[in-house]
DNA sequence: TGTACATCAGTGAACGCGCGTTCACTGATGTAC
DNA sequence: TGTACATCAGTGAACGCGCGTTCACTGATGTAC
């Protein structure tokens, strides 16, 4: 990765102009190629191509970054998920294209999807280094809000028998976390033959899907 | 945690005489805490009331010892899985008690699970530190197999319409590696009316397996 | 258009810290005689 | 049973490193007159 920067003017100068958003985008990829662990403040102001003490004039500090850097991702993720789902077809399709959206984010913004998802390193008793309430995720309510949410929406009659929309969304979320994880760690065997993530949340998302009304019904 | 340490006898001494296991336990402990990333030498040393040299009478080094506690972790699995497939009854209900010994290994050593399947951090290069191969996984493809081979002894037969029993296994094992992380991470929502994580496995693998072979025939 | 000045985004040196690892060493153990 | 000695599992001090963060500071910007 080369020093890098955005903005209307690329003259280097005493004054960045874009620096927070410069230093967003690097612990973006930085996180895409280390992990949350791996990422440091004093790469990201390196690759940005200032002093790590720069950083404090927009952040309060390495953990107020990465935060900044979940929500921003979140704030993706559900512009995504939204999008795939307005499209048109039956119910049953365009949930399955939300599902495929999520993947892709998964997959295309990695750095995102660790800021999310990942588990922050907690100190010994269980509450974030520099003090707070003990680890409470951040979005993950929102996240899975939202896929109760698009399921209700999608499917506004329900499922017959009386399926608890919840109860698909957690299994749907769970198998597309799965998937993700596993194909971002190189841990899902690819080959002729075999299924691919896509293939796999798709023939899952269907089975599940009937599986809750065939059961039920 | 208090120091802690285990063999015949319980004298302090200048000779631990189980230095060995005690580091790979210690060590067992503190990523069930903290994460691989989290998980120091030192702090290992300290809870084992030893100097951080010793641990180098025993281990190469860091990645050493976490290879060690990877190998063992997985061993364990493996032992577990085999030992739910090997139980009476139908091949569904054994095959169904192998997914909830994945699930209870998860919960009950997320230190191994976490040393076996938690991505290392790699250099930037993508290579671990010290050199050697880029990162291949000690025993994912062991795990994909094991998992293969049980689908295979379970369900003997085949499935019908010759579903290949990989995609159930890829299925099966995503979906468990996705209800297994998220609720270590404590983000799978738990509450009145709200399925356990072993209530979304059998019903996510009751859903698969029939999923197939509704399709297929 | 030119100048004084307030603002504030940067610098760069320094800090204390904890890390993994090394080194020469020392003390306990167990075996040979 | 007693003693000399080889073995080796430990010590503890030190190392170089990179980290997050702080501090007094400086240089660029833009506004008021």
């Known amino acids: ?27 973006r990829r930085f996180i895409a190629e280390r ?12 690759l940005v191509g200032v002093s790590p003490a720069a ?8 953990e107020a970054l990465l935060e900044e850097v ?12 939204a999008r795939a789902l307005r499209g048109p077809g039956t119910p049953l399709e365009r949930f399955t294209r939300m599902g495929e959206a999520y993947l892709t984010f998964a997959e295309e913004e990695p750095g995102y999807y660790a800021a999310i998802f990942e588990a922050r ?26 896929l109760v949410e698009a399921l209700r929406s999608t499917f506004p009659d329900g499922f017959s028998g009386g399926v608890d929309p919840r ?4 299994e ?10 596993l194909a971002a760690a190189g841990r ?20 599940m899907v009937h599986g809750a009304t065939a059961r039920a019904g």
Chains 1, 2 share one sequence.
């Open 1 to 27: 990765m080369r020093p890098w920067r955005s903005g209307p003017s690329d003259r280097r100068g005493y004054h960045h102009g874009n620096l927070k958003e410069a230093l967003i985008e690097a612990a």
């Open 35 to 46: 992990g949350i662990g791996g990422f440091t403040l004093v790469d990201a102001a390196r």
């Open 55 to 62: 950083l404090y004039r927009h952040f309060r500090g390495r």
């Open 70 to 81: 979940a929500e921003r991702g979140f704030t993706e993720l559900a512009a995504r998920l």
């Open 121 to 146: 390193p907690a100190g010994p008793d269980g509450c974030p280094p520099g003090g707070g309430p003990p680890q409470q995720a951040p979005s993950d309510r929102d996240a899975f809000g939202l």
């Open 167 to 170: 109860f698909i969304a957690l």
């Open 172 to 181: 749907v979320w769970a198998l597309s976390h799965g998937i993700a994880t």
């Open 188 to 207: 899902l065997p690819t080959g002729p033959g075999l299924p691919t993530k896509h293939d796999l949340l798709r023939a899952g998302v269907l089975a």
